[in-house]
């Protein structure tokens, strides 16, 4: 029997949780799972949510945090391709837009369907194209010849 284990690396979908508490730390005993069994996994890297966190840092908005989550997200991402686990794109469109408020992050939800997906500008071909070229744009800094080739639309239907 072949198996395909996968896991959906992101906050909730309506973007509240914690970097650390629902990302990094479960992920750091997933991944230990895997290699302690010799499985391969593949994450799916929500990368929208990841742009708008990093967008929001570079400001100097902390969000809350002592310690920086976008360098801890691609630390992460890093060591599991290093590890020989897959790296893909997953793609929660209503991060299009998103704005940090005092109480988190206020989303587009009439974007949660990648099918409806609206946004002036902003094309379902660029959407795609900036999700791609990000996710290998960081997996290839640790491993040159990657390529992202998976996507999974979150709430596609």
Same mark, same amino acid.
């Given at each position: 029997?072949?198996?395909?284990?996968?896991?959906?690396?992101?906050?909730?979908?309506?973007? &509240?949780? /914690?970097?650390?508490?629902?990302?990094?730390?479960?992920?750091?005993?997933?991944?230990?799972?895997? /290699? &302690?069994?010799?499985?391969?996994?593949?994450?799916?890297?929500?990368?929208?949510?990841?742009?708008?966190?990093?967008?929001?840092w570079e400001?100097g908005?902390?969000?809350?945090?002592?310690?920086?989550?976008?360098?801890?997200?691609?630390?992460?991402?890093?060591?599991?391709?290093?590890?020989?686990?897959?790296?893909?794109?997953?793609?929660?469109?209503?991060?299009?837009?998103?704005?940090?408020?005092?109480?988190?992050?206020?989303?587009?939800? /009439?974007?949660?369907?990648?099918? /409806?997906?609206?946004?002036?500008?902003?094309?379902?071909?660029?959407?795609?194209?900036?999700?791609?070229?990000?996710?290998?744009?960081?997996?290839?800094?640790?491993?040159?010849?990657?390529?992202?080739?998976?996507?999974?639309?979150?709430?596609?239907?």
């Open positions: 029997m072949n198996l395909v284990l996968t896991f959906d690396y992101e906050l909730f979908g309506d973007g &509240s949780g /914690d970097v650390f508490e629902h990302m990094i730390n479960p992920t750091n005993e997933i991944l230990r799972i895997c /290699d &302690s069994h010799n499985i391969k996994t593949t994450l799916f890297f929500e990368v929208l949510e990841y742009l708008k966190i990093k967008e929001e400001k908005n902390k969000m809350g945090y002592k310690k920086n989550p976008v360098q801890a997200i691609e630390e992460q991402i890093q060591q599991a391709a290093l590890a020989g686990h897959d790296i893909q794109l997953h793609l929660h469109p209503q991060w299009v837009g998103a704005t940090w408020q005092k109480d988190g992050w206020k989303l587009n939800m /009439d974007n949660w369907r990648l099918g /409806d997906f609206s946004y002036p500008g902003y094309t379902i071909e660029q959407l795609l194209a900036e999700g791609k070229n990000t996710v290998e744009k960081l997996v290839q800094e640790v491993i040159p010849t990657y390529q992202c080739a998976i996507l999974r639309a979150g709430g596609y239907n």
